[in-house]
């Protein structure tokens, strides 16, 4: 079995599942009550109805999305060492890299599927609500959603590899999503910008640079999808290079790859029972 073969597998076993289906009305949710909740139809002149509706899609989503995901996620490897099904998942032969990957890759497969399912829906309730639908628009919200929910699948299943052991792992995915979504956004928690001010200001005895303060709140996956979907809608961009929306997806592909890189390294060098 390849990683290929464990790919296929995963998403086959998760279709057996209710995982898909949940998933999937999560994002319906996410993209029909923006859509359904705003008053009035769009013209030529004025896209003030649609473009409510997608900025709302992006900031539901930018809440609601890692949590689903995370869910969908979380024991992708930790449930194959618990159950003690990982001796056969890794004596087919398999090597503990074509296990991680395979799951990676199985999990963002289901995901996608999802995302483009609910967003086809959504797109016939944009045409139903509001006469018509940005197309362009609309297609790059939905290609930035499909790579925000392969981060997110990301961290899951490295978080999984990392944690070991499903309780371990639930932990880990409900502390990264209170750190990373909620702590990051709410006020007077992390507070990422004044973090980065004091540093810059107290500890480098520099002069304020608000652009900095922005750049720190970005480091996020949340609010890097969220600055990234923000600056396709307003179109063009006079900020600071690194706050336009194509310097958030080089954010989002750092958290990507490092988490279930660290994963990898964590679930390689693991003993396992046998």
């Known amino acids: 079995m390849s990683l290929v073969a464990i790919a296929r597998k995963e998403v ?3 279709g057996r599942s209710k995982t898909p289906w949940a998933l999937a009305a999560v994002v319906t949710l996410v993209v029909a009550v923006p859509v359904l909740t705003q008053s009035g139809g769009a013209s030529r002149t004025d896209l003030a109805p649609v473009e409510r509706a997608l900025t709302s899609v992006v900031t539901l989503g930018s809440l609601l999305l890692p949590l689903a995901l995370l869910v969908a996620s979380y024991d992708a490897v930790a449930d194959e060492v618990d159950s003690g099904s990982v001796t056969y998942l ?3 032969p398999n090597t503990r890299f074509a296990a991680v990957a395979g799951k990676l890759v199985g999990r963002t497969v289901v995901a996608s599927l999802g995302v483009v399912a609910a967003f086809g829906v959504g797109g016939l309730l944009f045409v139903v609500q509001f006469g018509g ?3 362009v628009t609309y297609l790059a919200i939905l290609a ?3 790579y925000f929910a392969a981060t997110w699948t990301a961290i899951g299943v490295g978080i999984s590899a990392l944690a070991g052991t499903r309780t371990r792992a639930l ?3 409900l502390g990264a999503y209170l750190t990373l979504v909620l702590g990051w956004i709410l006020p007077l928690v992390l507070r990422p910008r004044a973090a980065a001010a004091y540093l ?3 500890l480098l005895g520099l002069g304020a640079r608000p652009e900095l303060y922005d750049f720190a709140f970005r480091l996020s996956p949340t609010t890097a999808y969220a600055s990234a979907a923000n600056g396709v809608l307003s179109g063009g961009e006079t900020t600071p ?3 336009r929306a194509g310097f958030m997806l080089p954010i989002l592909l750092g958290w990507l790859v490092a988490p279930v890189a660290l994963g990898y390294l964590r679930f390689r060098d693991a003993e396992l029972a046998s």
């Open 12 to 14: 086959l076993d998760l």
């Open 133 to 135: 639908l940005p197309v």
């Open 90 to 92: 890794l004596g087919l």
């Open 200 to 202: 810059v200001e107290s």
């Open 241 to 243: 290079f690194f706050l």
């Open 144 to 146: 930035l959603t499909l």
């Open 171 to 173: 932990a880990c995915a």
